[in-house]
């Protein structure tokens, strides 16, 4: 039994048994540890995702303003009488401007009421005007609108900047074969200066202040050409943020 005490005592197998142990159990422990660290990561993660979402969704401006037309009687030109919403002023431009039509059928059943530029006997453009307010369109400002155009018919907005010129986009919703929604993406918007008075454009404007625009519109830049070639306007919305005029 001396012997056999003798031998655990000394270093060797025993102590590399106990060496082992001790290894395996570091081991077993950095796995507990780096597994807790790794869903620690992951929850940060997730937390931080939402947490993003949340303020990029509490920073995304509101309505602005829509127009929608009211359901009264068709009239040429459409006149401050046919706006539905009572903080719009309207504005018509351009050659064609007289003959700016809101327009409604009886057929089909859901014919809305809108905007239509197939009489007009020159280039024409639509503006609206909120009566206390401007807008702020950086950022994630959006405008939205629900058209139908023929022929070569591209609509575009339009901008009057307070203080400054006219603007017209480059993006342009083009022909479809039904009414449908178009969304612009403001801050992908490229513009150039527009001739209010004739309804043409200009030279590109490198990147506009867009912190308070007056005025919103539309135009395709051309004149009418009955059913077959022109652009009609259901609604329209802007997203972007109320300041007040001073």
Same mark, same amino acid.
């Given at each position: 039994?001396?012997?056999?005490?003798?031998?655990?005592?000394?270093?060797?197998?025993?102590?590399?048994?106990?060496?082992?142990? @001790?290894?395996?159990?570091?081991?077993?422990?950095?796995?507990?540890?780096?597994?807790?660290?790794?869903?620690?990561?992951?929850?940060?993660?997730?937390?931080?995702?939402?947490?993003?979402? @949340?303020?990029?969704?509490?920073?995304?401006?509101?309505?602005?303003?829509?127009?929608?037309?009211?359901?009264?009687?068709?009239?040429?030109?459409?006149?401050?009488?046919?706006?539905?919403?009572?903080?719009?002023?309207?504005?018509?431009?351009?050659?064609?401007?007289?003959?700016?039509?809101?327009?409604?059928?009886?057929?089909?059943?859901?014919?809305? @009421?809108?905007?239509?530029?197939?009489?007009?006997?020159?280039?024409?453009?639509?503006?609206?005007?909120?009566?206390?307010?401007?807008?702020?369109?950086?950022?994630?400002?959006?405008?939205?609108?629900?058209?139908?155009?023929?022929?070569?018919?591209?609509?575009?907005?339009?901008?009057?900047?307070?203080?400054?010129?006219?603007?017209?986009?480059?993006?342009?919703?083009?022909?479809?074969?039904?009414?449908?929604?178009?969304?612009?993406?403001?801050?992908?918007?490229?513009?150039?200066?527009?001739?209010?008075?004739?309804?043409?454009?200009?030279?590109?404007?490198?990147?506009?202040?867009?912190?308070?625009?007056?005025?919103?519109?539309?135009?395709?830049?051309?004149?009418?050409?009955?059913?077959?070639?022109?652009?009609?306007?259901?609604?329209?919305?802007?997203?972007?943020?109320?300041?007040?005029?001073?």
């Amino acid at each position: 039994m001396a012997d056999v005490a003798r031998l655990s005592s000394k270093p060797g197998r025993p102590v590399r048994r106990k060496e082992k142990r @001790f290894t395996m159990s570091k081991a077993k422990r950095s796995w507990r540890l780096s597994s807790h660290f790794k869903w620690a990561l992951l929850t940060a993660g997730f937390f931080w995702l939402g947490a993003t979402q @949340f303020v990029v969704a509490q920073d995304r401006p509101g309505l602005f303003f829509r127009e929608d037309w009211k359901e009264i009687p068709a009239a040429t030109p459409v006149t401050q009488e046919h706006v539905a919403n009572p903080d719009l002023t309207l504005s018509l431009h351009g050659p064609g401007q007289t003959t700016i039509k809101k327009s409604h059928h009886d057929k089909p059943l859901d014919d809305p @009421f809108y905007i239509w530029s197939g009489m007009c006997e020159g280039n024409w453009a639509v503006s609206l005007k909120h009566r206390s307010a401007i807008v702020d369109l950086t950022g994630q400002a959006k405008i939205r609108w629900r058209s139908e155009q023929t022929g070569f018919r591209q609509l575009r907005v339009i901008l009057k900047l307070a203080g400054g010129p006219w603007l017209v986009s480059d993006a342009s919703d083009g022909p479809s074969t039904d009414w449908r929604v178009r969304e612009f993406n403001v801050t992908d918007v490229h513009w150039r200066k527009l001739n209010i008075e004739n309804i043409i454009e200009g030279d590109w404007v490198d990147k506009p202040d867009l912190s308070r625009v007056d005025e919103i519109g539309f135009t395709d830049l051309m004149r009418g050409g009955g059913s077959p070639a022109s652009s009609r306007v259901d609604w329209i919305e802007v997203y972007g943020v109320k300041r007040p005029h001073n």
